[in-house]
């Protein structure tokens, strides 16, 4: 069982849809991270919340908004999203951002299909 | 910059064959080595990790990895494979100097064949 827990685990949505992934965990991880992987792919960072604040946005459309609550908590909010958005997100979390606190744990991941 | 390069896209083994999964690395900077192994329809989940100490690192199901600064390598070796093995499985590099970026090989499918 992974201790990272993403919500729902499929999505199928129009393009004019709104939407929201979710993820958990609590293993007190203060760092938080979304991954976009495309089949036969390897995962591609999408955004970095460190301490609730975010970190890095890796030049991803505004159409996903992500949204870290608390420390337990990351949302990316799903806006007028495309065909080939479809993919699997992926949520991971690591203690902190320094080195000697990773690794990254990732949890199963939502599948998103847009119609 | 750091870059993986995962030779083999596909490995196809017998169950109970050997099997090595090639990784090499390129970084200016020290970097932490990962493998991390995917099994269908699930995320990533770390395998073994390699930050100092010895080079020779094993996971709990019979997998291990060496790290070989000179070759610039990290291969992935099971002595013995599984039809449970069959994955997609993954050499990353996190540098030093940028702990939140993750570096990615392309990936290698292993298939177990009975």
């Known amino acids: 069982d992974t201790e990272v827990t993403q919500t729902p685990k499929h999505l199928v949505m129009g393009m004019t849809n709104k939407k929201s992934l979710k993820c958990e965990q609590h293993?007190?991880?203060?760092?938080m991270y979304w991954y976009k992987q495309k089949a036969k792919k390897p995962p591609e960072l999408m955004f970095v919340y460190s301490y609730e604040k975010l970190s890095i946005n890796e030049s991803v459309p505004s159409r996903f908004s992500p949204e870290c609550p608390n420390s337990s908590l990351l949302n990316l909010h799903l806006h007028a999203l495309q065909p080939e958005d479809s993919a699997l997100y992926l949520c991971?979390?690591?203690?902190?951002?320094?080195?000697?606190?990773?690794?990254?744990?990732f949890g199963d991941g939502t599948r998103l299909s847009i119609l | 910059a750091q870059s993986v390069t995962q030779l083999d896209s596909q490995v196809p083994v017998f169950e109970e064959a050997p099997v090595e999964l090639r990784c090499n690395y390129s970084?200016?900077?020290?970097?932490?080595l990962f493998w991390y192994v995917q099994y269908p329809n699930q995320g990533l989940q770390l395998l073994l990790k390699y930050l100092s100490g010895s080079t020779l690192v094993k996971s709990i199901n019979g997998f291990e990895a060496e790290f070989n600064k000179s070759q610039t390598s990290f291969h992935l070796r099971k002595p013995s494979v599984h039809i449970s093995d069959t994955a997609e499985y993954f050499c990353a590099v996190t540098p030093y100097s940028s702990a939140s970026k993750i570096i990615f090989g392309s990936g290698t499918r292993l298939s177990i064949r009975p």
């Open positions: 293993m007190g991880h203060r760092a």
């Open positions: 970084s200016s900077v020290s970097v932490y």
């Open positions: 991971a979390s690591s203690q902190d951002l320094t080195v000697s606190n990773q690794p990254q744990h």
